[in-house]
C-alpha cells in the first residue's frame, strides 16, 4: 500500500510541475527564454572539432545581468524540484535502521552547488582546472552505508550538471527513471534472498534468531577455551 501511494505521489507530482510550466510558457511567451532547456541537443549532436571547445548552454542567451540571474534562479529552482522526488524514494524504501538523514539533506543541496559551479567554469578551462585542485584540497570523511546510497548521490550531481548547462529536460529523464525504477525493484524484493542483507528490506527475524543461537553456542567454547 505504501508503494502505491508513493507510486500515486509521484506521478501527480510530475504531471503538476509539467503543466505548471506549460501553462506558464503558453502565458508568457517570453518566459521560454529563459527556461534552461534545449542543452540535450547540444550534446547529442556530437563533439566539435576542438575537444577544448566550452558547452553552448542556455545562459548563453541572455544578455545583461538581469536577465542572466533569472535564468540562474530559474536552474536552480528547477535542479530542486526534480531532486525532491528522489529524496521521497530514498524516505520511503530505505531501512530504519540504516536510514541517513544527513544523505537526505545532501542530496537536496548538492544539485544547487553543482549547478552554480557548473555555470562558473563551464566557459574557462582554467576555472575548471582551479577548481579541480580547490576541491583535491577539502578532504570530505563521510563514508556511505551502501552502494546503494552512493547512487543518490551520483543522480544528485547528474541533475546539478543537467541544470547548469540548460539540459533540465535530461534531469527531468533521471529523476523520472530513477524513482520509478528504484520504486519497481521494492515492490518485487528484486534480487532478495532469504537471511541475506538487503538495502530496503529488513533481514528476516528467523535469520537474526539463527545467528543468535550460533552466538550463544559459541560463547561456552570460549569460556571453556
Same mark, same amino acid.
Given at each position: 500500500?505504501?508503494?502505491? /501511494? ?43 572539432? !576542438?575537444? $577544448?571547445?566550452?558547452? #553552448? ?42 536510514? !541517513? ?20 567554469? /563551464? @566557459?574557462?578551462?582554467?576555472?575548471? $582546472?582551479?577548481?579541480?585542485? =580547490? ?23 547528474? =541533475? ?9 529536460? =535530461? ?16 515492490? @518485487? !524484493? ?6 541475506? /542483507? ?8 528467523? /535469520?537474526?534468531?539463527? @545467528?543468535?543461537?550460533?552466538? #550463544? ?9
Amino acid at each position: 500500500m505504501r508503494a502505491y /501511494h508513493l507510486f500515486i505521489r509521484l506521478t501527480v507530482y510530475y504531471v503538476a510541475i509539467s503543466a505548471t510550466v506549460y501553462t506558464a510558457v503558453t502565458l508568457y511567451p517570453s518566459l521560454q527564454e529563459f527556461l534552461p532547456i534545449g542543452g540535450a541537443e547540444t550534446l547529442l549532436s556530437g563533439p566539435g572539432d !576542438d575537444p $577544448f571547445e566550452s558547452v #553552448e548552454i542556455g545562459a548563453t542567451r541572455v544578455t545583461n545581468l538581469g536577465d542572466s540571474l533569472i535564468w540562474l534562479v530559474i536552474a536552480v529552482t528547477g535542479a530542486i524540484l526534480t531532486i525532491i522526488p528522489v529524496s521521497w524514494v530514498y524516505m520511503a524504501i530505505r531501512r530504519r535502521d540504516e536510514y !541517513d538523514q544527513s544523505l537526505v539533506e545532501t542530496i537536496m543541496i548538492l544539485p544547487i552547488a553543482v549547478t552554480s559551479i557548473v555555470i562558473i567554469v /563551464h @566557459n574557462s578551462l582554467a576555472l575548471a $582546472f582551479s577548481l579541480a585542485g =580547490i576541491v583535491g584540497g577539502v578532504r570530505f570523511r563521510n563514508t556511505l552505508k551502501s552502494s546503494g546510497d552512493a547512487l543518490y548521490i551520483l543522480l544528485a550531481i547528474g =541533475i546539478g550538471l543537467s541544470a547548469g548547462i540548460g539540459a533540465m529536460e =535530461i534531469a527531468v529523464v533521471m529523476s523520472m527513471a530513477f524513482n520509478y525504477v528504484f520504486l519497481i525493484l521494492w515492490v @518485487n !524484493d528484486y534480487g532478495g534472498r532469504k537471511g541475506a /542483507h538487503r538495502y530496503m528490506r529488513k533481514i528476516s527475524k528467523s /535469520h537474526h534468531d539463527n @545467528n543468535d543461537q550460533i552466538e #550463544e553456542q559459541k560463547q561456552p567454547e570460549a569460556g571453556e577455551a
